[in-house]
Nanobody, 120 residues
Framework: VQLQASGGGLVQAGDSLRLSCTAS????????VGWFRQAPGKEREFVAT???????TYTDSVKGRFTISRDNAKNTVYLQMNSLKPEDTAVYYC???????????????WGHGTQVTVSS
């Protein structure tokens, strides 16, 4: 499965962005899809994940601000990010796997990242 993440950019604090993760396979709906991020000098961290049945889990720092969703007909998972903060600045990666989890190691397929920069 090849994944393509897009939608990043440079925004101001309080603005919104929508990231997209598009897969090369029509069976994308059979996978759990997670978003992770990595800020400069920091380890990669879990952001959100969506299961095959569209159940969702978020890290505490983005709850109420970010929404993950999927459109299986378009082989795409979205991450709507509202009320962005400077601490959200990172490279965002999407990943797909068989297991619905916060753990990056359980995701078999990864896309290239998309940069999100939030200025104060």
């Amino acid at each position: 499965v090849q994944l393509q993440a897009s939608g990043g950019g440079l925004v101001q604090a309080g603005d919104s962005l929508r990231l997209s993760c598009t897969a090369s396979e029509r069976t994308f709906g059979n996978y759990a899809v997670g978003w992770f991020r990595q800020a400069p000098g920091k380890e990669r961290e879990f952001v959100a994940t969506i299961g095959r049945s569209s159940d969702t889990t978020y890290t505490d720092s983005v709850k109420g601000r970010f929404t993950i969703s999927r459109d299986n007909a378009k082989n795409t998972v979205y991450l709507q990010m509202n009320s962005l903060k400077p601490e959200d600045t990172a490279v965002y990666y999407c990943a797909a796997g068989a297991v619905y989890s916060r753990m990056a190691g359980l995701y078999a397929y990864w896309g290239h990242g998309t940069q999100v920069t939030v200025s104060s």
